[in-house]
């Protein structure tokens, strides 16, 4: 992209090819991690803040899902987001709308699958990068927890599912949050730095229907300092 220097990435195997900034917000293994939680849908699915769209790509190279519609409200992500669907093939599935959430969930309906990789961190929690890229996809600066589930719960089909990876401290403030909007959980799942180490962030699978949610076993990024366990590996090449 003209202007502003980037990187390129590729996944499974280099089937899927990523741009992104070299300096700014630069996606971690979140992305990749999300990408495989999600399962298989026959309708289209919503990504909130999609970023350069790597977890829409990596789920439509998969064949997760017929289409994606990704909302991103930093511009020059949107660029990227589009540039990466392009390399990759995948325009045509891949919409990416430039917007805020908090007022374009008021467009939608009837959504059967929505995911997010959304802030990790209160705008009050820590020190705030003085980076614009950095400070709105990490800090709650434009969507707070309460917005985003607000605004799926206005959005979710009735039978509709919701997935997400957020911090493992933040867990139960989500699930008191999640439960005020009407939606309960499924799936749980932590994910934990090493395997002797606790987890420090955490997928769930929300829907309408509280009943009994499912504990599955955590999931462990390295067996060793910057040596990835055996399910990372397969979680990067897409096997």
């Keep these: 992209m003209r202007g502003l220097p980037t990187t390129t990435d590729t996944f499974y195997h280099g089937k899927v090819v990523i741009k992104q900034l070299k300096k700014g917000y630069r996606f971690a293994v979140d992305s990749p991690i999300l990408a495989h939680f999600l399962p298989r849908a026959v309708a289209p699915a919503l990504e909130i803040g999609c970023g350069v769209g790597v977890v ?132 749980i799942r932590p994910v934990q730095p090493f395997a002797a180490a606790p987890p420090d962030r955490f997928l769930a699978q929300l829907g309408r229907t509280e009943g009994r949610c499912q504990h599955e076993e955590s999931l462990v990024i390295f067996k060793a300092r910057g040596i990835y366990t055996l399910e990372m590996e397969r979680i990067f090449s897409g096997d």
């Design 56 to 187: 829409s790509l990596l789920a439509l190279q998969q064949n997760k899902f017929p289409a994606v519609t990704g909302i991103e409200i930093q511009e020059v992500f949107c660029r990227l987001a589009e540039e990466n669907a392009a390399v990759n093939g995948l325009s045509e599935r891949f919409r990416i709308i430039h917007g805020d959430f908090n007022r374009i969930h008021a467009g939608l309906t009837s959504v059967q699958t929505i995911f997010c990789n959304p802030p990790f961190f209160k705008a009050s929690q820590g020190r705030v990068s003085p980076d614009p890229t950095i400070r709105m996809a990490r800090f709650e600066i434009t969507l707070t927890l309460a917005r985003l589930l607000r605004g799926c719960s206005a959005v979710l089909a009735s039978r509709g599912k919701l997935f997400l990876i957020y911090p493992f401290s933040r867990l139960e403030e989500l699930l008191t949050e999640a439960r005020a909007n009407g939606l309960f959980p499924a799936r």
